[in-house]
């Protein structure tokens, strides 16, 4: 009961989340006229902010004592509600908020599948429940933003409070199983050489830089181009159901990190980011959900190791979504930044230069170096 307690946590507050992060770029840009470089810093504030609670939380060890998940889905609620109906600014000290909050629920409940006890397979089965909330957020958010521009806000906040709710049901059971596997933070399962550790974090990053581009911008991209608001979030579902599909997949794998996949997954980010930037297509939303897949594929390989590497290594999820959230403020600033200056479509094609270029660098080194290991089970500490 407790695992689906936390499965279904998982999946309600992805959804929430989702909901308002595709319906942010579309509100601000018909209801407040908000430029690239708006949309990008608001990117950027979510992004940012997460990353250093993050890194925060690294240095204070007792706020990884509490198990933040249980309470947060009230804030959220709070932040999300209120998103429609204030000033512009305001929406950022609102940002700030809901990041602070998302930083603390996700290392929170994923701290929960270290017990070891069918953690493989619960561990899958967590990474099947969020991206499964973020479509139907992804497809929901275009449906009722074309109803009234306000609804999936209010809708967004009404999942978290109903999550808060839910989970004072089972306080006590929930707040156990984190208890029981927090001691196990910091203890290995597997050994990872050093230059595996490096790899998995170069690309989660750079394809990080993706995802806060794709998430923070193309809704403006295609908002420009005349596509709908329902198509739109029909597309950006379909980068997260791509990457759903990687995660069922993977899900008894324990890394994909061979050289030559590595580089083809960056190198399908940049043809995703080559297709948005050209300016006319015959039928652009079929072009760019052909682009988008790609890129979701690429991105759920990144996922998969990474959250392996941190779960199954003895290292805090914190560094995973740290990482995570500094690519995506990167990704989402220089794109809304170049967006701004010389046009989005200019700004894809640069990003995505940027993404292959650094991928073709950091995979080449690693084949020069001799490849990627074979990683080992183990018991002791990650070097």
């Keep these: 009961m407790v695992s689906f307690l936390l499965f279904f946590g998982a999946f309600l507050l992805s959804l929430a989340t989702s909901l308002t992060t595709i319906s942010l770029p579309l509100f601000l840009t018909s209801q407040r006229g908000a430029g690239p470089f708006l949309i990008g810093?608001?990117?950027f504030a979510w992004n940012f902010m997460g990353m250093i609670v993050l890194l925060a939380t690294l240095r204070i060890s007792f706020l990884r004592k509490i198990p933040w998940f249980i309470f947060v889905p009230l804030l959220l609620g709070i932040c999300y509600l209120a998103i429609p109906f204030v000033p512009t600014a305001a929406i950022f000290l609102l940002i700030i908020g809901a990041t602070t909050c998302n930083a603390r629920f996700w290392p929170s409940i994923e701290a929960c599948f270290r017990s070891g006890k069918d953690d493989e397979q619960e561990l899958g089965t967590f990474n099947l429940c969020w991206p499964s909330g973020v479509i139907a957020g992804m497809v929901l958010a275009g449906i009722l933003f074309a109803r009234k521009p306000s609804l999936p806000f209010v809708v967004a906040a009404t999942l978290p409070l109903l999550l808060f709710a839910l989970f004072q049901t089972r306080r006590k059971e929930l707040v156990r199983r984190f208890r029981e596997t927090?001691?196990?933070?910091?203890?290995?399962?597997?050994?990872?050489?050093?230059?595996?550790?490096?790899?998995?974090?170069?690309?989660?990053?750079?394809?990080?830089?993706?995802?806060?581009?794709?998430?923070?911008?193309?809704?403006?991209?295609?908002?420009?181009?005349?596509?709908?608001?329902?198509i739109i979030g029909i597309l950006i579902g379909a980068y997260y159901a791509a990457q759903l599909l990687v995660y069922s997949l993977l899900r008894r794998r324990p890394l994909l990190s061979d050289g030559r996949v590595v580089f083809l997954c960056y190198a399908a980010s940049a043809l995703c980011f080559l297709v948005f930037s050209i300016p006319r297509l015959p039928v652009p939303a079929v072009f760019h959900g052909a682009a988008i897949v790609i890129a979701g594929l690429a991105f759920g390989v990144a996922y998969h190791n990474s959250i392996h590497l941190h779960v199954h290594g003895g290292f805090a999820t914190e560094i995973h979504e740290a990482i995570i959230s500094a690519g995506a403020f990167i990704g989402?600033?220089?794109?809304?930044?170049?967006?701004?200056?010389?046009?989005?479509?200019?700004?894809?094609?640069?990003?995505?230069?940027?993404?292959?270029?650094?991928?073709?660098?950091?995979?080449?080194?690693e084949h020069n170096s001799g490849g990627t290991p074979a990683v080992t089970s183990s018991g002791t500490a990650p070097s």
Excluded at 183 to 206: C, L, W, Y
Aim: aromatic share 14%; charged share 15%.
């Design 41 to 43: 810093l608001t990117g």
């Design 332 to 365: 989402a600033l220089a794109t809304g930044t170049l967006g701004e200056f010389f046009g989005l479509h200019f700004a894809f094609l640069a990003m995505g230069t940027v993404i292959v270029t650094g991928g073709w660098f950091f995979s080449g080194n």
């Design 182 to 230: 927090h001691h196990e933070t910091f203890v290995a399962r597997e050994s990872f050489p050093k230059r595996v550790k490096s790899g998995i974090r170069i690309m989660i990053f750079i394809l990080a830089v993706q995802l806060g581009s794709i998430c923070s911008l193309y809704p403006r991209l295609a908002f420009d181009m005349k596509i709908r608001p329902e």
